[in-house]
Each structure stands twice: as C-alpha cells, then as structure tokens.
C-alpha cells in the first residue's frame, strides 16, 4: 500500500491544499476500464479520487508519494485512489516545476499544474494545420562571423558537456542573433534532445517558424501559442509529448513544452515584458525556463540588442555568462540617427504629425525606392478628448481610464474592456462646448501620411487593424515583398521584423513611454527607441532613423540616439541601486479590488497594517494608495507594495503567502486579492 499527495482539480482557496489517498495498484486495475496501471505512483500521475463529502470523481494529480500515511490519520480512514492514467499524466520534473511555481509566484497549486496540461485536451478530430501555407525552402547552416563563432562555440562546449548554463547573448540589432539560435538548435537535436525557441509576439512566430522550418523540416517543428485553436494546440503537443516534434516554436506558454529530455531553452528579446504572465499563475518565463533547464542539465540563451538592467547586472556579476556580438553580420554600420525636437517645428509654424526633416527623409526613401517604418506606441486617432474649459476628460465609466477617439469606428473606445460611447457634444461635466481631441494615435498617422504620399503604398498594424485572423501575417507578407510602401505601427513594428529594404524608421512620439507610472519607464524608452532603430538599414546600405519628441533631451532618448546601451546601463543601474529597485529589491504587488470602493480601501488599509507589523527589519510596506488604473471592470482597486531587499524573497513570500490565509479565512474583506511579485505594470 503506498499513499499520495494530490493536487485535485478544482480551483478556490478552499481547496488549495494537498490531500492524501491511498494508492493500491490491485484495487485501481479493478476498478478502472482498460489502460495500463503503474506498480507505483509518481510525481505527476494522473488520477481520479473521491472528493468532497458525496465522494465525487474527481481529476487529481499525485504531487508527493508517501511511504506511510501522515502522522495522526489512521489508514483505515484515508480514502483510496479509483483509477489512473498514464497516457495524461505529467513528468516528474513537469509536477516539481508546478509545486516550485506554487511557492515562488504565491498561486493555487492547480494554477499552476494546469500550465503543464493546457495542450491535453480530448480533441481527437482532424484539425488544419496552423503553419501548412509557409512555403518550406530548405537551406544549409550560414556561415558565421569570428563573433558569431566564439558565441556558438561556448554555447556548444556546455551543451556537449551536459551542464546547465545561463548565457546572456548581447548583440546589436542585425548582428546575427538568429542563426546562432538555429546552429546552437541543430547541436541539441543532434543530440537526440529537445529545444524550445521562445520568441515575445505571437506575430513574430511565423517568421521565426518558417527560419526553423528552413533549416530543419516541417516534421521536426512544433508551435504552441495561444492564437492556435484547442484542437491545433492539442495535435502539437501531442507531437512534442510522442517525440515526433523535437524543437518547439511559441511566445511565453511555450515554456511548459513537454520535453522528455530538454537540451536549449532560447528567449528571443529577452528584455521583453510580454515574457511576464499578467494573469494567474504570474509566472516569469526567463525564471521557468531556468528551472526546468536546471532539472534538465540544460542550456538556456537569453538574446537581446538591450538586455534588461536586471539581466545584465546578473552578467555583471557572473550569475550569467555575457555574450557579445557588437557589429551588424552583414558589418553595415548601425543607422545613423537624428532627433528632432517638436517644441521647435511647432515654434516655426509646424503643427503636422511629421516634423520637416521626417517629411524630407520619407520623400527621399520613396524616390530611392526604399521603405519606410513609421512607429508610435498609441493606437486609435487621437489620444483622448477633455474639456478647455473644465480639464474633464471623458473616461471608461467601467475601468476609470481615458478613452480615445477611434476616427473609423466614430466613438471613443476604451482599450481595456472595449466599452464604446459616442463623441459628446459639450461636457458633461461643466456643459462647455469647448471639447476637444487631443494627442495622436496610429489612424490619424495613417491619414496624414497618406494626404502627404498619395502615390505611396500604405499599411498599418495596431490592434484594431489585425482582429482579423491571418490579417497581421498578410501585411508582413506583403512588406516583406516590396509591395508595400510605407508601414504604421505600434510596437509590432518595433520587435524582431527583420526586412533589408528598409530606409528609414520614423519614430512618432519617442518620451511617450517615459510619462508611464514606474520604475522602468527610462528602460523601456531606450529598449523600444533602440529596438524601432534597429529595423533600419538591415541590408547593405547604411539606414536612418528619425526620432520625434518633447522631450528628446532625456538621458535615455539621447543614449539610444547615440546606440550607447552600456552608457546607459550606467547610469539606470546607478539610480536602481541609490532607491533600492530591482534588481536590489523584490516588489511585491498585492491589490484589493471590490464593486464598492470603501471596503476596498478598507481592506488595503488593514492588511497594510498587518505587514508593518509582521514585516522584517528593513522590509518596505507603501501603501494602500489607489492603482493607476483605480477602476477596472467595476472594481476599485487599491494597491500596496512591498519592497524586500534581494536576500529576503523566501521570507517576504512566507509573509504574503501568510497574508493570502488570512484574508482567505476572513469575512467582510474586499472580493478579490491579486499579488505580483516584481510586476511589469503598477496600474
């Protein structure tokens, strides 16, 4: 007789716990119709139980196995597992990585076992294939630059010895990145191994793809991302758990990839925030990633042209093994780049989208037949509409935000819970007639581009413009072949893209990202200026790249300008370390949200009382103060943040984790509390 530990499949706070069963392996071959019966249960196994007080059949998972039953509970009284099944169970090292995530991001133990089991549905119909329209041109491994060699080469010395290693490959845009990840790749399969390529949007996977596809078969490759239907998801993972598919395309999911055997874990822009869950269980996919490589004596390659700061102060200190590649593979120049300041054109009768020097240089790239990419991170045709006379500004009544006007849909639309309203005519708060628009986004970009280009092809790709399936790829489809002009965009345009004929890159608005609420927002200014730069001059002349702004004095527009990330680095890491933020620090986000707005605050202030009181020496407790975003979907929010210093995680995660029970067990409190640990956003 051997007992388990499971994790049943049943989402509350109630039943967030671990349960014991007896597990005889006579008693379930009895009980259950067909299928093998393990002589012992493992970490992982899929079981059915008896659960709750009417004894219902219950999908569980074995999280522990036990040799007798716990202390105090005699085995006469523990209720015994009724059948298995081995064909949808886990690996051992799947389920040690869901208890590891349980402890380290403070989520249900079955949030996160169902990371592992997303791809096992029970779809057994034929489905298309998500990729079958990629055309397959296979090629031959490029021949590599002296940086590109040294890179493969200490990557491949660790994967030949089977040791797990972190490397932090830092190379500018255009430096070869790619064909490093599918050499370093091909030794992994050569190897009989597995590897997982992640890249950070969904709408980089088809161009990543049909690379891998080139050089390795249509066979060889699998893709998991969440834009796959059910039944697509499920024949894929199939594919990868039966060991047809041995390399694993896919954005952050991809991750759980169920690998037998894993040799290579690649995150493409590694800097990227989209790496970070925002939902339930909020995992980090670089975190995972070297989890499950250290459980698999794998290597894991984390690939950027701007490194995240905490990244690289790991490289800094040894933790990461840094990787340089600093010219272009082509050794193309970087795009020269110039910065305009829009406070001067307006000064001079300028009040266009496009300042004169931006006009001049896409007129010059269209006469040289040359394209053009155009950037700015705000979508929709004016940024939000507001009063002169009273300063109000007309918000999403659900989610307490500005709306922006969308020009073709003739309304505003909030970008959260995509509640519309029409255009008011006068205020409503002061009754003014004085309402205006203000700000711009991508459509009205768009308009004005095409008034001053009219012979000129052009695209745009936001949100609202790819809603429909297959529409992003048709674009990139057809820019990639010459027959589109000019392209608009938001970030989209700013990852990955990798096209030669591109001249010139506009950047629209460049200070927008830094008038963001949060620490990073310098970071994330120099990523996306540098990463839209970066897009330009990609074949073998020398590209430009113009960058609009307010504010273009900023230490951070002017290090991008100057394609100086390591000045950069400098100075961030400096004020990192002077206010204590990460990577000095661990942010812990716990926010309290209810339809009424005094409970919510009730409750942040008390458990914000409850951690002053509990914390450590030396532990940080901000708050309660409203989110940014202090209505959402009904709910006020209120936040508190803890900030621990970097040697005190364990024990600030045991606060909350604390915390979370308390405020389980307690009545009257808030509906709903979140935590994040490190959050990519304080709205």
Same mark, same amino acid.
């Given at each position: 007789?051997?007992?388990?530990?499971?994790?049943?499949?049943?989402?509350?706070?109630?039943?967030?716990?671990?349960?014991?069963?007896?597990?005889?392996?006579?008693?379930?071959?009895?009980?259950?119709?067909?299928?093998?019966?393990?002589?012992?249960?493992?970490?992982?196994?899929?079981?059915?139980?008896?659960?709750?007080?009417?004894?219902?059949?219950?999908?569980?998972?074995?999280?522990?196995?036990?040799?007798?039953?716990?202390?105090?509970?005699?085995?006469?009284?523990?209720?015994?597992?009724?059948?298995?099944?081995?064909?949808?169970?886990?690996?051992?090292?799947?389920?040690?990585?869901?208890?590891?995530?349980?402890?380290?991001?403070?989520?249900?133990?079955?949030?996160?076992?169902?990371?592992? #089991?997303?791809?096992?549905?029970?779809?057994?119909?034929?489905?298309?294939?998500?990729?079958?329209?990629?055309?397959?041109?296979?090629?031959?491994?490029?021949?590599?630059?002296?940086?590109?060699?040294?890179?493969?080469?200490?990557?491949?010395?660790?994967?030949?010895?089977?040791?797990?290693?972190?490397?932090?490959?830092?190379?500018?845009?255009?430096?070869?990145?790619?064909?490093?990840?599918?050499?370093?790749?091909?030794?992994?399969?050569?190897?009989?191994?597995?590897?997982?390529?992640?890249?950070?949007?969904?709408?980089?996977?088809?161009?990543?793809?049909?690379?891998?596809?080139?050089?390795?078969?249509?066979?060889?490759?699998?893709?998991?991302?969440?834009?796959? #239907?059910?039944?697509?998801? &499920?024949?894929?993972?199939?594919?990868?758990?039966?060991?047809?598919?041995?390399?694993?395309?896919?954005?952050?999911?991809?991750?759980?990839?169920?690998?037998?055997?894993?040799?290579?874990?690649?995150?493409?822009?590694?800097?990227?925030?989209?790496?970070?869950?925002?939902?339930?269980?909020?995992?980090?996919?670089?975190?995972?990633?070297?989890?499950?490589?250290?459980?698999?004596?794998?290597?894991?390659?984390?690939?950027?042209?701007?490194?995240?700061?905490?990244?690289?102060?790991?490289?800094?200190?040894?933790?990461?093994?840094?990787?340089?590649?600093?010219?272009?593979?082509?050794?193309?120049?970087?795009?020269?780049?110039?910065?305009?300041?829009?406070?001067?054109?307006?000064?001079?009768?300028?009040?266009?989208?496009?300042?004169?020097?931006?006009?001049?240089?896409?007129?010059?790239?269209?006469?040289?037949?040359?394209?053009?990419?155009?950037?700015?991170?705000?979508?929709?045709?004016?940024?939000?509409?507001?009063?002169?006379?009273?300063?109000?500004?007309?918000?999403?009544?659900?989610?307490?935000?500005?709306?922006?006007?969308?020009?073709?849909?003739?309304?505003?639309?909030?970008?959260?819970?995509?509640?519309?309203?029409?255009?008011?005519?006068?205020?409503?708060?002061?009754?003014?007639?004085?309402?205006?628009?203000?700000?711009?986004?991508?459509?009205?970009?768009?308009?004005?581009?095409?008034?001053?280009?009219?012979?000129?092809?052009?695209?745009?790709?936001?949100?609202?413009?790819?809603?429909?399936?297959?529409?992003?790829?048709?674009?990139?489809?057809?820019?990639?072949?010459?027959?589109?002009?000019?392209?608009?965009?938001?970030?989209?345009?700013?990852?990955?893209? &990798?096209?030669?004929?591109?001249?010139?890159?506009?950047?629209?608005?460049?200070?927008?990202?830094?008038?963001?609420?949060?620490?990073?927002?310098?970071?994330?200014?120099?990523?996306?200026?540098?990463?839209?730069?970066?897009?330009?001059?990609?074949?073998?002349?020398?590209?430009?790249?113009?960058?609009?702004?307010?504010?273009?004095?900023?230490?951070?527009?002017?290090? %991008?300008?100057?394609? &100086?990330?390591?000045?950069?680095?400098?100075?961030?890491?400096?004020?990192?370390?002077?206010?204590?933020?990460?990577?000095?620090?661990?942010?812990?986000?716990?926010?309290?949200?209810?339809?009424?707005? %005094?409970?919510?605050?009730?409750?942040?202030?008390?458990?914000?009382?409850?951690?002053?009181?509990?914390?450590?020496?030396?532990?940080?407790?901000?708050?309660?103060?409203?989110?940014?975003?202090?209505?959402?979907?009904?709910?006020?929010?209120?936040?508190?943040?803890?900030?621990?210093?970097? &040697?005190?995680?364990?024990?600030?995660?045991?606060?909350?984790?604390?915390?979370?029970?308390?405020?389980?067990?307690?009545?009257?409190?808030?509906?709903?509390?979140? #935590?994040?640990?490190?959050?990519?956003?304080?709205?």
């Amino acid at each position: 007789m051997q007992f388990v530990n499971v994790i049943v499949e049943n989402n509350t706070n109630a039943t967030d716990e671990l349960y014991t069963y007896s597990y005889d392996p006579m008693v379930v071959a009895g009980e259950q119709e067909g299928g093998a019966v393990p002589e012992e249960a493992f970490p992982g196994l899929r079981v059915f139980v008896p659960f709750g007080r009417y004894n219902r059949r219950t999908e569980a998972f074995v999280a522990q196995t036990l040799g007798e039953p716990p202390e105090g509970i005699p085995a006469g009284r523990i209720k015994g597992v009724i059948s298995a099944d081995l064909e949808r169970s886990l690996s051992s090292e799947a389920m040690e990585t869901a208890l590891w995530m349980h402890r380290r991001y403070l989520c249900r133990y079955i949030e996160a076992v169902r990371c592992f #089991t997303s791809g096992e549905g029970e779809h057994k119909r034929k489905t298309k294939d998500p990729f079958a329209d990629i055309e397959i041109q296979r090629d031959a491994d490029k021949p590599l630059t002296e940086p590109q060699t040294r890179a493969l080469a200490e990557i491949t010395h660790e994967l030949e010895a089977g040791r797990s290693r972190v490397f932090l490959l830092h190379g500018v845009t255009g430096s070869g990145k790619t064909e490093v990840y599918l050499q370093a790749a091909g030794k992994a399969l050569s190897q009989g191994r597995g590897a997982i390529i992640l890249v950070p949007e969904i709408s980089l996977t088809p161009q990543t793809v049909s690379r891998f596809m080139n050089r390795f078969g249509r066979e060889a490759v699998a893709v998991l991302h969440s834009r796959l #239907t059910p039944a697509q998801r &499920d024949a894929e993972y199939a594919r990868v758990k039966r060991g047809e598919a041995k390399l694993v395309i896919g954005a952050r999911s991809a991750v759980f990839a169920p690998f037998g055997d894993i040799g290579l874990i690649v995150l493409d822009e590694e800097h990227e925030s989209s790496y970070k869950s925002d939902k339930s269980p909020k995992y980090d996919a670089i975190e995972l990633a070297i989890m499950r490589a250290q459980k698999h004596s794998a290597v894991v390659v984390l690939g950027s042209a701007t490194p995240s700061v905490a990244d690289y102060y790991r490289s800094e200190q040894g933790i990461f093994r840094r990787i340089e590649l600093r010219d272009r593979y082509n050794l193309t120049p970087l795009p020269e780049v110039e910065l305009v300041d829009m406070t001067a054109e307006i000064r001079a009768g300028n009040r266009s989208v496009f300042s004169r020097r931006l006009a001049s240089a896409i007129e010059d790239c269209l006469e040289k037949k040359k394209q053009v990419i155009l950037f700015l991170n705000r979508r929709g045709y004016y940024s939000f509409v507001s009063c002169r006379e009273c300063g109000h500004t007309v918000r999403c009544p659900e989610c307490g935000i500005a709306m922006p006007y969308h020009k073709d849909e003739g309304c505003c639309v909030c970008h959260y819970c995509g509640r519309k309203q029409r255009l008011p005519k006068t205020c409503p708060e002061c009754g003014s007639s004085l309402i205006g628009m203000y700000g711009v986004g991508t459509q009205q970009v768009e308009e004005k581009a095409r008034e001053l280009f009219p012979k000129a092809s052009i695209e745009r790709i936001d949100l609202d413009s790819v809603k429909k399936k297959g529409s992003l790829e048709s674009i990139l489809k057809r820019f990639g072949k010459g027959k589109t002009d000019i392209l608009i965009g938001t970030q989209l345009v700013a990852k990955g893209l &990798d096209f030669d004929n591109v001249g010139l890159v506009g950047v629209i608005s460049a200070d927008s990202s830094l008038n963001i609420p949060d620490f990073r927002s310098s970071e994330r200014c120099f990523q996306l200026l540098t990463q839209a730069a970066g897009r330009s001059g990609r074949g073998d002349e020398r590209g430009l790249v113009v960058i609009q702004g307010y504010d273009i004095s900023h230490p951070s527009v002017r290090a %991008a300008a100057r394609h &100086d990330y390591e000045g950069f680095y400098e100075s961030e890491i400096a004020v990192r370390r002077m206010v204590s933020y990460p990577p000095f620090s661990y942010i812990f986000q716990l926010v309290f949200s209810d339809e009424d707005e %005094a409970r919510a605050f009730a409750s942040a202030q008390r458990y914000a009382a409850w951690l002053r009181e509990n914390a450590a020496e030396g532990t940080g407790v901000l708050g309660p103060a409203a989110s940014s975003r202090q209505k959402l979907a009904g709910q006020y929010r209120f936040q508190i943040l803890v900030k621990a210093p970097a &040697d005190r995680r364990r024990e600030t995660s045991e606060l909350v984790a604390r915390l979370k029970k308390e405020y389980s067990a307690a009545e009257g409190e808030a509906a709903l509390l979140t #935590t994040d640990i490190n959050p990519f956003s304080f709205a």
